[in-house]
């Protein structure tokens, strides 16, 4: 098969790693892709945004499937447009995207089928939210409806700072993605990815994972896309993931169909594991970044078989298998990410970091200028590794970060703390 992936960060070179890996693969096209996607890929330079053209260039390579890894596309709806051009596409269409595109829309689905989430009102002017605001218990969170980057979610300690927020809002700091707003109950507990696979019908359950998306140690400094990674995430014992399954993912699936407007693609639910059970914090509609590089490194069976299934609407009686063992990754970032990040400096020694056992290096951010390998973007570079358990493959990324020299870097030390805590016995917490 001829696949296009479609992308060019960490998540991407993780799935175009697993998929060229796959006995059913003959080409492999990334568009734009990145010069860690252009080892397993040949990169196409596209416009993803022009529907027409990845089109065009689907017929003339005979591409039997297309990837979107990005949510923004799926948003503007690269599904429908290629699923009408008579291409087959992995991802959900327009209206089903809009589990990730409007926070409005989760939460009235939420709301309307009963699926567990923080308690919260929708509004499309300030007067009315800042009234709100002051009847309700703080903290209290202030989100833009509008796809963000991730942004547009401020937790509000202080009537003061819910005001600012709702102020920034309107105020145009999102443009268009705060046009309207949700605020919501700030939950308590522990935070947990869960993804699954949904063919509009049937919902199959990926690994868990565990993000960090704070900037700097001690979960401090600015909210990133995600500094690293782990799987499985320990708070999802297999009864915690039935939960999630039968009272949020399986709900969800449903109501969507249910609607005329059936979800497939992959499914991604943040989730607070609260007192009272498992709540839907967001869906997201497309594998997480770096969730993704550590689910990829665990997979055992053929992704690509997996995806087709999901197109074809055959997950029923559709299966994956995993390694037992855990998977971390490392986020390094150029530094001023998540603010402006300093790009085109050199990295070395990539070569002797993945050299150590279990290691897999992901580009996120990186291009080619001759032999040398220049940064180009927020976050660059992200290190993996397998391991029997969480510290064990924390010590394989931390030993092969040792061996990469890129002095305008910078990276977590303490990726895993919550599962590596868990491992030495440390109360969970
Ligand atoms: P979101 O973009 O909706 O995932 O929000 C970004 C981050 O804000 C989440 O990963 C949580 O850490 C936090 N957050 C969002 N909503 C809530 C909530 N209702 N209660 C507690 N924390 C939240
Ligand atoms: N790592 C968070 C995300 O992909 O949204």
Redesign the pocket.
Known sequence: MNVLLLGSGGREHALAWALSASPLLKSLYCAPGNAGIAEVAQCVPLDIADHSALAAFCRENRIDLVVVGPEAPLVAGVVDDLTAAGIKVFGPSRAAARLEGSKGFTKDLCREFGIPT?TYARFSNAGDAKAYAARHPLPL?V?ADGLAA?KG?V?AETKEDAEKAIDACFGGSFGPAGAEIVI????QGE?ASFFALVDGKHALPLATAQDH?RAFDGETGP?TGGMGAYSPAPVMTPEMSERVMSEIIRPTVAAMAARGTPYKGVLYA?L?ITAEGPKL??YNVRFGDPEAQVLMMRLKSDLLAALLATVDGVLGSFDLRWHDDAALTVVLAAKGYPGTPVKGTEIRGLEEAAMVPGVEIFHAGTRRDGTRLLANGGRVLNVAARGRTVSEARDRVYEAISRIDWPEGFYRRDIGWRAIGRERGDQPG
């Not at 919501?184 to 939950?187: H, P, Y």
């Open positions: 923080a969170v989100k991730g979610v937790i919501e109950e700030f939950l935070e998306k909210n943040g607070m914090i967001e």
